[in-house]
């Protein structure tokens, strides 16, 4: 039990040691003694604890009380003494509180201060971030404004990627970022606008450029010819004495006089976008077009020199600023492209020349056609571009420009054979006799004393002719000059050329004489004679060629002057056929004098008055055919003998006449038969015999046999080449006993004699028997 109870108080004791140890926190004490259920003996132990406690306390305040008396007493001083303290305190309070109030309202400000000092440093460095884009962009403004739209996508590059990121956060940043597609819109938009514009330009500065390549390429020509086919090369040009960094036209090459930023702006521009093959399409496409306007000649171009030089002026300027673009475009054009857009135009450019030269008939004009064609040639192969059909066109101008002069000397040929009278020439004096063969190479024999006046076989248009045909050889060789032709070439087309003249040129002038109804027979004669005499000079043109081309003569035998001796063939033909035709009207003349009596009893002894005025005029004619080539004489009898025996027979055939007497017949006998003499003395030299008595044959059989009265004969050998009479038809055996039956009925009325009466019967068998032979063929 006592256990027990000490076993409490050591746990009272505890307690109360943790709550005197413990000034704060006793919960955990209480607790423990409320758990136990001892608060009851706690709390008289407590109060046990709190009596012993008072009796220390009163035990010590005995001991001390003396001790707190001095203590109250000092302690009383101490009030005052803290009453004034306390007034010292409260007076330095309020004097604080007063400084401290200043002092507060400065460091507000002071804060205010810093704040405001904190923003300006915020805002300066945003700004700092700012004001390179607002730089950038107001730079942007001025590129674009001032069209240098390549370093105006260089900055608004560098604003887009190294500016713009560090201000994201500001709205305006958002509107720059959203209209940087738009920039770059009008940016390529003005650059193609500049584009366009230049190619504009250049479109219409082109001829300039041409003609300042061709004028460059000239001035090389006369200083160096080697320069053809070899790309120029100029050297950089001096400034001229106008100022400074100024240079005449004239030290500038066509490139130079071009300021091609333009192109390559917009060519970085495009790059720069990523839409360089756009740009591309888009200027070959823009050339192209361009091109076939500038290859489209004037609608008259051939009229006058300048169309020509503008149309290829243009044309050159063109392709010289391509060459150029070509070389230093970096890839904008393709030396394919290029040759394509070449090939395309040499065609069309060929075809223009060919037609527009075509109309030209100014051989002048051709001749500076041709040299501004062969400069214009020169100047595109300095460049690379092939010029092939151009020299094939020069060679086709050359062949049209013979046909100009051709037909220039139509004129001249007809001039000359208009005022011709087609008569020997005769001077009276040396002079004229020296001037005649100093114009004309007569190659004869001459006197060595000559008695004037001399009459030379050739008319004034001999010696015309020649200098004329020597004028026309000069003026092909102008054509020939600066071809670079060798001396063969130029020695062929001169002789082909002088060959045609002749033979076609001057021969359709002289068969136009020929046919002109006012020329007579004696005129045609000696133009024949005259031509006989060109023929002969053909052998000096052919040295005068030589001695210009240096080539050796090719004589009359080869070269064109081959067969010379007919060169005037196709003329000597219409002259033969002239003369035939102005002897054939003669004899006309003639045969419209005849006054036959059909009705004649008995001949009159000899031939009748018009056929020896026309035989005295054959004989004189042909007289005077001594100095024609023997050819032509001969064809000239032979027509007129056989116009004679066809003329004679259609006067007894012809249908008029319907009564005739054999009194008649006998008289056209005595005609035939002075015909025949004429025929037999051989009027001409050369002919073969009989050859003009042929022509009579069929006359004089038809004669013999109604003379002769031989019918038994003519129907034994019918259809028998033996035959006497074989050219006499039946028909025309009948149509002329009809005619004399007929005149026989004038005088069967009166004279009835047996012997008239048995010949009427004679006839009337012979008649039936003709009949008859007309409804059977001959035999072979």
């Not at 919960?27 to 406690?53: C, M, S, W």
């Not at 000239?218 to 200083?223: K, N, R, Y």
Request: proline share 4%.
């Amino acid at each position: 039990m006592s256990d027990g109870q000490n076993n409490d108080n050591s746990q009272y004791d505890l307690y109360l040691q943790e709550i005197e140890g413990i000034d704060d926190y006793w919960g955990p004490t209480f607790r423990a003694i409320y758990d136990n259920d001892q608060h009851v003996q706690f709390r008289d132990k407590l109060e046990q604890r709190i009596k012993h406690h008072d009796k220390d306390i009163e035990r010590l305040c005995n001991v001390y009380y003396q001790g707190f008396i001095e203590s109250i007493r000092e302690l009383l001083e101490v009030r005052t003494q803290a009453k004034k303290l306390n007034s010292q305190v409260t007076t330095l309070d309020t004097q604080l509180h007063q400084a401290a109030k200043n002092i507060s309202k400065s460091g507000t400000e002071l804060l205010q201060a810093r704040k405001v000092q904190s923003n300006i440093a915020v805002v300066i460095e945003q700004l700092n971030l700012c004001l390179p884009v607002l730089t950038s962009y107001s730079k942007l403004k001025k590129q674009i404004s001032e069209k240098r739209y390549y370093p105006a996508l260089k900055t608004l590059e560098e604003l887009e990627h190294l500016h713009l990121p560090h201000v994201a956060n500001y709205r305006f940043s958002y509107q720059l970022r959203e209209s940087i597609p738009k920039i770059r819109d009008s940016i390529e938009k003005a650059s193609m606008s500049d584009l366009k514009d230049f190619l504009e330009n250049i479109r219409k500065f082109s001829p300039k450029i041409g003609e300042v390549a061709m004028k460059h390429t000239s001035e090389q020509l006369a200083s160096d010819p080697t320069v053809i086919g070899r790309k120029k090369k100029r050297i950089a040009p001096q400034p001229s004495g106008d100022g400074p960094g100024h240079f005449s036209e004239e030290d500038l090459s066509a490139q130079e006089l071009i300021d091609f930023s333009p192109i390559y702006r917009s060519l970085h521009i495009s790059t720069v976008l990523n839409s360089r093959s756009t740009f591309e399409t888009y200027y070959r496409a823009e050339r192209t077009k361009q091109a076939r306007l500038v290859l489209q000649p004037p609608t008259n171009m051939h009229e006058c020199e300048e169309s020509y030089r503008a149309y290829i002026y243009a044309v050159l300027g063109f392709f010289i600023l391509e060459d150029h673009v070509l070389n230093t475009g970096n890839g904008l054009i393709t030396r394919a492209f290029l040759d394509d857009m070449w090939t395309m135009a040499l065609s069309k450019i060929v075809s223009a020349l060919q037609t527009h030269s075509a109309y030209c008939t100014d051989a002048t004009l051709i001749l500076r056609i041709k040299d501004l064609i062969m400069l214009f040639c020169t100047t595109l192969r300095n460049y690379g571009y092939s010029v092939k059909p151009l020299w094939e066109l020069v060679r086709e101008l050359r062949d049209h420009y013979t046909e100009v002069l051709m037909q220039r000397w139509v004129q001249v040929f007809r001039e000359i054979l208009s005022k011709e009278d087609f008569q020997p020439i005769q001077v009276y004096d040396q002079d004229e006799y020296e001037h005649i063969l100093s114009s004309f190479p007569l190659d004869e024999d001459l006197p060595d004393d000559v008695v004037f006046p001399y009459k030379f076989p050739f008319s004034g248009m001999v010696p015309k002719v020649y200098q004329q045909v020597k004028e026309f050889i000069y003026a092909c060789l102008k054509f020939s000059e600066d071809l670079n032709l060798s001396q063969v070439e130029v020695d062929e087309m001169i002789r082909k050329s002088m060959n045609l003249l002749l033979t076609r040129t001057f021969s359709g002038c002289l068969s136009s004489t020929f046919r002109s109804p006012h020329i007579n027979l004696q005129e045609i004669i000696q133009i024949i004679i005259d031509t006989g005499f060109l023929e002969e000079a053909t052998i000096y043109l052919d040295q005068f060629i030589s001695n210009i081309t240096g080539e050796e003569t090719r004589g009359v035998s080869t070269g064109v002057v081959q067969g010379q001796p007919a060169m005037f063939r196709v003329a000597r033909e219409d002259a033969v056929r002239q003369i035939c035709e102005k002897l054939k009207q003669k004899l006309n003349e003639f045969y419209e004098l005849e006054s036959y009596d059909w009705l004649l009893v008995e001949p009159q002894g000899h031939a009748s008055s018009f056929i020896s005025d026309l035989i005295a005029f054959l004989q004189t004619t042909f007289q005077s055919f001594t100095n024609l080539p023997p050819e032509v004489a001969q064809v000239a009898c032979k027509s007129a003998c056989e116009h004679i025996a066809t003329s004679m027979f259609q006067l007894l055939m012809n249908e008029e006449i319907k009564q005739m007497s054999m009194g008649a017949l006998n008289q056209v006998n005595l005609d035939l038969l002075q015909c025949e003499q004429f025929a037999a003395s051989e009027p001409v030299k050369g002919l073969q015999e009989d050859v003009l008595l042929s022509y009579f044959t069929k006359l004089r059989e038809t004669l013999d046999l109604f003379t002769s009265w031989d019918w038994p004969t003519y129907f034994h050998d019918y259809g028998q080449e033996t035959s006497k009479y074989k050219q006499v038809k039946p028909d025309t055996a009948i149509v002329l006993l009809e005619k004399l039956r007929e005149g026989d009925k004038k005088t069967m009325f009166t004279v009835l004699k047996k012997s008239e009466r048995d010949k009427k019967k004679l006839l009337e068998t012979v008649l039936k028997q003709l009949r008859q032979l007309t409804q059977i063929p001959p035999t072979k």
